[in-house]
């Protein structure tokens, strides 16, 4: 079991003023074991798991309260253009679709892909593209609605 110093535990209650989010419960739970607490308070306390808060405090322990400021998530702005490199490449899309011209989302990928310098397995990426930039799916139909039948064109060609 992991010890941790009363005095310590009120350094990290002043780190807590300025801490956030899980960054902040994490610093609380190691101050409730420098309080004297043991794992089943802390967890009924921050609702974490009591073999997470042993890591937490090992974690403490190591590299001290800058441990406890790491987000350890892998993050999820994985975005490979910036807002005016995307804006730049559906610009030259757009001036063709606007002509009547169909685009592709093969073409568009192609051009993201060299963009970004990567190969997409998958056009996900292109389609969220298209979407968060108010593009929508339009095909065109394989026949005109309102067209006559074939007998009614054998007859108009008769007369």
């Not at 800058?66 to 995307?86: F, I, P």
Request: aromatic share 6%; glycine share 6%.
């Amino acid at each position: 079991m992991y010890k941790i110093k009363a005095e310590n535990a009120a350094e990290i209650r002043r780190a807590m003023r300025q801490a956030k989010g899980s960054v902040y419960n994490r610093m609380q739970a190691v101050a409730m074991r420098g309080e004297g607490r043991n794992n089943t308070e802390i967890s009924n306390a921050t609702g974490f798991n009591p073999n997470y808060i042993c890591e937490i405090v090992k974690d403490y322990l190591k590299g001290g309260i800058e441990k406890l400021m790491e987000d350890g998530r892998k993050g999820g702005n994985n975005r490979n253009l910036s807002e005016e490199e995307e804006v730049a490449l559906i610009a030259k899309f757009a001036d063709r679709a606007e002509k009547g011209k169909v685009v592709t989302v093969e073409e568009i990928a192609l051009a993201y892909d060299k963009a970004c310098n990567k190969t997409h397995k998958s056009k996900s990426c292109v389609y969220y593209l298209l979407h968060k930039h108010g593009w929508r799916r339009v095909t065109p139909k394989k026949r005109h609605p309102k067209k006559a039948s074939e007998a009614q064109i054998d007859i108009l060609k008769k007369t």
